[in-house]
Nanobody
């Protein structure tokens, strides 16, 4: 019932920009928060940007002032606008959502399939 689909990745030169999208199909559930987790080759996933239900955002120091997370509530879609990209930003970017289930009154967490971002020097 819950499905996340990321898109917008690609190959860009250093200093370029990309805009990632994550479309969430969540049925009757309510979204509490959304986040973006890049995973470089051979490394662990790491949260770089998140947005909560009230609209408050948080960023890792490595992307602050370069990346912007936003959401379209009507479309249940979260975006990551990435500017001034660096080679170290190269990774598979995963979308993650925290939802609340009214069926069992509990929170749940889901991941998308990821989208590849490659930044060349």
């Amino acid at each position: 019932q819950v499905q996340l689909v990321e898109s917008g990745g690609g190959l860009v030169q250093a200093g370029g920009s990309l805009n990632l999208s994550c479309a969430a199909s969540i049925g009757i559930f309510t979204i509490n928060s959304l986040g973006w987790y890049p995973q470089p080759p051979g490394k662990q996933r790491e949260l770089v940007a998140s947005i909560i239900s009230g609209g408050s955002t948080n960023y890792a120091d490595s992307v602050k002032d370069r990346f912007t997370i936003s959401r379209d509530n009507a479309k249940n879609t979260v975006y990551l606008q990435m500017n001034s990209l660096k080679p170290e930003d190269t990774a598979v970017y995963f979308c993650n959502v925290d939802i609340f289930s009214y069926v069992d009154d509990k929170p749940y967490n889901y991941w998308g399939q990821g989208t590849q971002v490659t930044v060349s020097s």
